[in-house]
């Protein structure tokens, strides 16, 4: 399953991006899509992620600040993230849950002034 994102880019600490990410092919059903990220030296992590029936999951780093949302009709996902920290600096990888787990490219977002 392809999986596009978008929305990466550079921002100053206490600024907003939104990620997104479309899934294309042959896309029956899914279970789950969401966004974990790796920064270098550091595995990778659970950002966000939600249910088709929207029941969004946050990773601890992502609490209160980064809001995920779906559209399930375009199998896209969206990742809104407000206040970022120099410390959100990684690659955001896509991910969508069907018959198995799919990864999408990665898209950096940095956080500097």
């Known amino acids: 399953v392809p999986l596009q994102a978008s929305g990466g880019g550079l921002v100053q600490p206490g600024g907003s991006l939104r990620l997104s990410c479309a899934a294309s092919?042959?896309?029956?059903?899914?279970?789950?899509m969401g966004w974990y990220r790796q920064a270098p030296g550091n595995q990778r992590e659970l950002v966000a992620d939600?249910?088709?029936?929207?029941?969004?999951n946050y990773g601890d780093s992502a609490e209160g600040r980064f809001t995920i949302f779906s559209d399930n009709a375009k199998a896209t996902v969206f990742l809104q993230m407000n206040s970022l920290k120099p410390e959100d600096t990684a690659i955001y990888y896509c991910?969508?849950?069907?018959?198995?787990?799919?990864w999408g490219q990665g898209t950096q977002v940095t956080v500097s002034s």
């Open positions: 991910t969508l849950v069907s018959d198995r787990r799919y």
């Open positions: 092919g042959s896309i029956f059903s899914w279970n789950v």
């Open positions: 939600i249910s088709r029936v929207g029941t969004a």
